[in-house]
């Protein structure tokens, strides 16, 4: 096993890796840019490097700066986590050669699925079903142009180095094309450094169903069962179920045992996910295979009983993957939201700055991943989540409810944060009916901000703050206890409203 | 005792709400809507409101003038109350009668500058994209009008207080 680890990445990702290290006794190294000096990850580890400022590129996507913080600190082994560089197959190739172990699938199959193009030719000769769509990546309009014609619009653009629905676009004709191929190769360049796209003939209304994969370094290779994870925002997912409501166990089966073909086809070893669509005839299509540990690898975990990330680290060092397909089962329902820096009222726009107050949510089968904490800012560089907030039930109807009360104890303020979008995700009736789509978020929550059920909130919240002007002095005792707060009504009313005393009774 | 009316903004919106301190029961009365809670404050930043048999936990932290307050998971922003000048985009400024000055809703890297100087514009049309937290922002302009000065070019940094682009209305 190994004596160190250095984890490439930051956040709540790099978190739940410290964690793991030390339950398994293996030192931790962090490293950081600038504007993550203060951040929890360089809090917990037990070293901390610095690798240049702010933005990614100088520094989580250094790959020389990363591999010299592994050679000074003696770490043995580098887990990438998700996003930066995880999917890199360079930067897993630049650790082989250095003796470094990455902790993720091998320099050629990561480098085989992470061209979305090859990964598809790969699985048609595997026999897994694929959608329709380009077989190969292509710089000019025209061949563009061609090829949607050819598959008929809707289309899908889509990065080749993607992940994370970075770079993807959806266009609906003609028109639309060329500005979706800008924008999209733009996006993809600034977050893969890579601005390949292709296109893929767009399925309507599918459900995103993914198949959570563990292969040891001998091949032998088991499947966790499947994620649903159809609740998406620009096609970003935001909630996570296991299991899924549309499968049953035949289907599951057949998932399963396709999902773990087509990792055999791609030589793969680590952890890894192979993502489907399913449609609404319960055909199902190869969408990607994520070469990575995922956001949502928490699911997997609460109702497998596996530790992912401890399985990532013993597969890396050598070891023989203990877990044996006919001893695997699915137990009860778990629920995965994220909770993003995002204010759902302004369209979702990122909301950095600094978290004046947080109370993290506790209780039986409830468990948060969270790269924050109070006082932390907030910065504008990467990726907006903050948490992760998992619950696990017996049945799915009773982890909706635990998920809907363990959002109402989930406090972050002083930034915009998705908690409250999420619990109306939650209660709504579709989703409870288990019929969501990825086409759920657009259908239902066209705007969000206006709801009725909201109401109370904004009257209780109202008259919190009013509470709180009148009497902000009153000490741990209930008003009553005190024969009412007549004298504590003082000066400090002025900091907040406009008030008058006297008028209505 | 006497009766305490506030004008709060929350979340922007412009509310209304007195409040009296009786035999230790907070009354609250907004429009039509009266709310008869008991009140105690568990800590400095938290509320315990009861009433109707239900027991609700409020948690509340103030920055500068604004006051952040979470009930049941939900975030609202609470401010006094000041007289507006009417709104556009978001945190647009009207420089003129006719003219916008348009800001970046939040901080962020200005990543593709879509108009010139001098191009006419159309109600929302793309002006500026920035680019926060990985994710692609199109800043768009609120009225028809010219390109009247760009402040920013691409790769600047840009926070919410400096003016990228102003538009004179046609």
Known sequence: MFGKVLIANRGEIAVRVIRACREMGIGSVAVYSEADAASLHVRLADEAVPIGPPPAVESYLNMERILAAARATGAEAIHPGYGFLAENAEFARLCETSGVVFIGPNSAALELVGDKVRARQTMEKAGVPTIPGMKSVSSSPDEFRTAARALGYPVMVKASAGGGGKGMRVVCDESGLIPALESGMREAKSAFGDDSVYLEKCIEEPRHVEFQVLADNRGRTVHLFERECSIQRRHQKILEESPSPALDPELRARMGETAVRAMRAAGYNNAGTVEFLLDRDRRFYFLEVNARIQ???????????????????????????????????????AVECRIYAEDPKTNFLPSAGRIALLREPKGPGVRYDSGVYEGFEVPVFYDPILAKLIVWAEDRETACRRMSAALDDCVILGIHTTAGFLKDVVNHPEFRAGRATTSFIGKFFPSWGTGEGEEDGRRLALAAAAFEALAPTVGPESLSGRGGGKKDVATPWTTLGRWRAGGET | MSVAVFDFLLDGEPRKISVEIRDGILIAREGGHVLEAEVRRISGSELQFRFGGRSIRIHLVRDGERTFVSVDGRAFVISESRPETGRYGEGDEKTAETNLR?????????????????????????????????????????????????????????????????????
């Open chain 1, 295 to 333: 956001v949502e690898h928490p699911v997997t975990e609460l109702v497998a009983g596996v530790d992912l990330v401890r399985q990532q680290i013993l597969i890396a060092s050598g070891a023989d993957l203990s877990l044996r397909q006919e001893d695997l089962r699915q137990r009860g329902h």
């Open chain 2, 102 to 170: 348009i800001k970046s809703p939040m901080p962020g890297k200005v990543t593709k500058i879509a108009v010139v100087e001098g191009e006419e514009v159309r109600r929302n049309q793309t002006l500026v994209i920035v680019e926060a937290m990985k994710m692609e922002n199109e800043i768009k302009t609120a009225i028809d009008g010219v390109v009247k000065k760009i402040h920013v070019a691409v790769g600047d940094l840009v926070d919410s207080e400096r003016p990228l682009i102003e538009v004179e209305k046609k």
